[in-house]
């Protein structure tokens, strides 16, 4: 079981109580999106073995989203971070990167 401390109001808490909704930092299509555009947004998603970045929401907690770095072999869980970024902070990235040498880096 994932248990994942949510950066918003500092409650560390099991998976039951929050909700995953899939890949973090990916680009969402607007209104005047293409075909291709739409189609991209929504099917296809960097789901890797290893290392992933993923939303998550405090569902029964302060109800804010936030993000994760996991790995999804092993669940182990390198850090969470506020969902309000464009790219995971460069000290969570170090962090994985010391504990991941063979790691290639984070992929938006």
Known sequence: MLNLTCPNC???????????????HITRSGVNASDDELENYL??????????????RHVYGCGKWFNAARCTTSLEVFGTYSAQ???????????IQKKRPEWKGFVK
Not at 44 to 56: A, D, I, L, Q, Y
């Open 43 to 56: 099917f296809m998603r960097h789901n890797p073995k290893g290392v992933h970045f993923e939303r998550w």
């Open 10 to 24: 500092g409650i560390t808490a099991d998976e039951t109580d929050l909700h995953c909704d899939g890949q973090a």
């Open 85 to 95: 970024t464009n790219s995971p902070p460069k000290a969570l990235i170090n962090k």
